[in-house]
């Protein structure tokens, strides 16, 4: 595959997984993740140097697939308080960057904005951030096998990240 084909398929993964995040349709974006998933979000400190304010071994979150499964459940019996009503998102997935490729994994960095609205809020929240991530390609297409988010705000705004991002 050559580099414009590339980039092509990921954005459309990508475009596909906002929107079905965005949709609601957790049992389809799950079908979409690698056994072996890695999902998390390490801790910042705005008072560190750039390159050190990572916190090591401190998560915002921390899942496997195993652990979305049961997030997932839980949204869907309407009793995860996180998220219960439901949020009301719209993802934008942009500044796609193929970091390279081997052994049919992918290394991409992208920025994500989501918008978030819930229950009868006057107002959303908004969340940034960059997106590490790594794709496998398989019979059945591209399939997430770990994604490290860097949220851009340290102190967050939003009530809880009850989201995936």
């Known amino acids: 595959m050559d580099a414009v084909q590339l980039r092509e398929t990921v954005t459309q993964f990508f475009a ?9 349709r957790f049992d ?29 071994g401190a998560y915002r979150f921390a899942d496997d ?8 459940d839980r949204i869907q019996t309407g ?8 949020s009301r998102t719209v993802r934008s997935v942009s500044s796609i960057y193929i970091l390279g ?3 049919g994994v992918v290394a991409v960095s992208s920025t994500i904005i989501v918008y978030r609205q819930r229950a009868n ?12 991530d790594r794709l496998k390609f398989t019979p059945d297409g591209l399939r997430l096998c770990a994604r490290t988010v860097i949220l851009a705000e340290v102190s ?10």
């Open 28 to 56: 389809d974006w799950y079908s979409l993740l690698d056994d072996a998933l890695v999902y998390e979000a390490p801790l910042r400190l705005a008072t560190n140097k750039r390159a050190d304010e990572m916190v090591a």
């Open 101 to 103: 490729e081997r052994d």
């Open 16 to 24: 596909f997984e906002a929107m079905l995040l965005d949709e609601g």
């Open 65 to 72: 697939k195993k652990i979305i499964r049961t997030r997932i």
């Open 121 to 132: 809020d006057p107002s959303g929240d908004t969340i940034h951030a960059r997106r590490n």
């Open 79 to 86: 009793n995860a308080s996180a998220e219960s009503p439901p």
């Open 156 to 165: 967050l705004s939003t009530p809880n990240l009850g989201i995936f991002l």
